[in-house]
């Protein structure tokens, strides 16, 4: 079974940053896209970035010019790195991948990041 664990959220004041990790374990297949959205209390789940095999990344334009994904793949491990945070961007942070030539997507279980004012 695919397993997506996240690590490196906590609490953090306006202006600094935190680095976000999300191995993936237990996929027979190669890893293709991997990501981050997240979902703040009584809003819908936001895209944040995503990064292909290649290392192409893409970014939403909330966090564009502060966050930076990157990928290890030989670790099947993606990072988020939150520079300049604000307070809006406080939320529970989800893993996304997939994997394999039909992409089976799986998620994390959320990483929570506050960010005080």
């Known amino acids: 079974q695919v397993q997506l664990v996240e690590s490196g959220g906590g609490l953090v004041q306006a202006g600094g940053s935190l680095r976000l990790s999300c191995a993936v374990s237990?996929?027979?297949?190669?890893?293709?896209?991997m990501g981050w959205y997240r979902q703040a209390p009584e809003k819908q789940r936001e895209f944040v970035a995503l990064i292909s095999s290649a290392g192409s990344a893409n970014y939403g334009d909330s966090v564009k010019g502060r966050f930076t994904i990157s990928r290890d793949n030989a670790k099947n491990t993606v990072y988020l790195q939150m520079n300049s945070l604000k307070p809006e961007d406080t939320a529970v942070y989800y893993c996304?991948?997939?994997?394999?030539?039909?992409?089976?997507?799986?998620w994390g279980q959320g990483t929570q990041v506050t960010v005080s004012s």
């Open positions: 237990g996929s027979s297949y190669s890893i293709n896209t």
């Open positions: 996304y991948a997939d994997w394999g030539r039909v992409r089976v997507a799986g």
